[in-house]
């Protein structure tokens, strides 16, 4: 059945997707194949320390390095990037000046905070108010060492919602090279939000998500500025679908061409949408059918949350999908053109309920030995809920993995209400985790949580 409607779901027409200034897509239709690129589950399977935290790391014998952010109980951090034997771990919090504000720590390679980087930690606004509300999204570095800070500033005023962009140097101050005195805002002309980010090789960065209700795409220079050459002369390209898409993740693949996926309204549910760009911006017409993919079960709410390309060119895409209640993670995973996996999970679909409450997922990672992590909470939301800092290990072939945890799924204490937002791939056999804390160990307060575990 998953594989007559991994058929039906590419069969998208070619009107239904269109961009801004609207275009027409060709009539070819990636197929669901058989066979093609296969890890064959060799070295797929967890070490013998799998689930267990690093006790070398952050607080002694812990592994979880802990970041106060301030007495308000909101924020966290929601990317972590690795450079050499530093992370740069960033997010947002309330507090300081007032407001919502980017807040990035560098810990050294064991998880001690790197004081000769701001102090500890750099907190960034564009205003000395309470309305002033910037949300980090994404973190990466440039060639240089920079730690570069990707995210979105609410409406505030008289101003919309824009693009917001930092740049610190070597010792965590703004680097004055970069947008206006080290920050950056981009005005596409609406309102943005930012969901997903990244720094690319040419030191550029590509962000997206949403702009009024259509997924985003947008290329900023190395300094911060608009690239007007990407979807010239705009430096942006939004593509209506449905009654609203957004893009929650992006990468580029080793051609440079951008893959994004996010998800799209249709039908009264979310699909999950994949698009891929060619390096200029135009959408990639080899991809999908005119450079789109949009999947989904009937009568099954859908969405993705983060992405990543294997070394043969497969692209793996996870989130969650389910009803309110009753939620759990799903990834998919597609060959190069597009066409579903069939030998991954049920006809290219891994949708194994994860645990019996509601499990929402927030990053995923491919492993080195094809299987996949993918990061979320699960539990009770709402008035008086809890949730629970999960992970679940997929094995290539796209089955929850049993030597993982319990059943493929583990739990993670991150704290007394521990969130978790992110996971990174730092060794063949470790990652790092990073989430938030509200609670009173070791005082009242927020905490920005990173984590280091083996696989």
């Given at each position: ?5 991994a ?15 609207a ?11 058989r ?18 935290l ?26 972590v ?55 980090l ?22 101003a ?17 090279g ?36 259509r ?19 705009r ?93 759990d993670?799903q ?29 929402v ?11 996949v ?15 629970t ?21 583990l ?45």
């Amino acid at each position: 059945m998953r594989i007559l409607h991994a058929l039906l779901t590419l069969l998208v027409p070619s009107y239904f997707l269109a961009e801004e200034p609207a275009g027409s897509a060709p009539p070819d239709t990636a197929a669901p194949a058989r066979g093609g690129e296969r890890c064959g589950c060799a070295g797929d399977e967890p070490g013998p320390l799998a689930g267990q935290l690093d006790p070398s790391f952050g607080e002694a014998g812990t592994g979880i390095a802990r970041v106060r952010f301030g007495a308000d109980d909101d924020g966290g951090f929601f990317d972590v990037d690795v450079a050499g034997d530093r992370i740069s771990a960033a997010g947002w919090g309330q507090g300081g000046l007032g407001g919502i504000r980017f807040r990035v720590v560098r810990l050294t390679g064991a998880g001690a905070t790197d004081s000769t980087f701001g102090g500890g930690m750099v907190t960034t606004g564009w205003a000395n108010s309470t309305g002033d509300m910037a949300y980090l999204a994404a973190t990466g570095h440039q060639q240089g060492g920079e730690v570069v800070a990707i995210g979105w500033r609410d409406r505030f005023r008289d101003a919309s919602a824009d693009v917001a962009l930092a740049r610190y140097a070597e010792d965590g101050s703004l680097d004055p090279g970069f947008g206006d005195g080290g920050k950056s805002l981009l005005d596409l002309g609406g309102d943005e939000e930012i969901r997903g980010a990244l720094v690319a090789p040419d030191d550029g960065i590509v962000a997206v998500g949403q702009r009024d209700g259509r997924l985003l795409i947008v290329r900023a220079t190395a300094d911060g500025a608009l690239d007007t050459s990407f979807a010239s002369p705009r430096g942006y390209r939004t593509v209506s679908l449905g009654a609203a898409s957004v893009a929650e993740a992006v990468a580029l693949d080793d051609r440079g061409r951008v893959v994004v996926a996010g998800s799209v309204e249709r039908g009264g549910q979310r699909d999950m949408i994949v698009i891929r760009l060619r390096g200029d911006g135009a959408l990639d017409r080899s991809f999908g059918r005119g450079g789109a993919i949009v999947a989904g079960d009937p009568g099954v709410d859908e969405r993705a949350v983060a992405l990543a390309l294997s070394p043969g060119g497969g692209i793996v895409v996870a989130g969650d999908a389910g009803a309110e209640g009753a939620r759990d993670f799903q990834v998919r995973r597609f060959h190069p053109n597009g066409a579903p996996d069939l030998a991954f999970g049920d006809g290219g679909v891994a949708a194994w309920p994860t645990t019996g409450g509601d499990d929402v997922a927030e990053d995923m990672a491919l492993l080195p030995g094809g299987a996949v992590l993918v990061a979320g909470n699960g539990g009770e939301r709402g008035e008086g809920g809890t949730t629970t800092p999960l992970l679940a290990r997929y094995t290539c072939d796209g089955a929850l993995d049993p030597a993982f945890g319990e059943g493929g799924v583990l739990p993670v204490d991150l704290g007394e209400f521990g969130q978790l937002h992110t996971v990174e791939v730092v060794a063949d056999d470790q990652v790092l985790l990073g989430g938030g804390d509200v609670g009173m160990s070791p005082g009242p307060g927020t905490y920005g949580v990173v984590a280091r575990m083996w696989m």
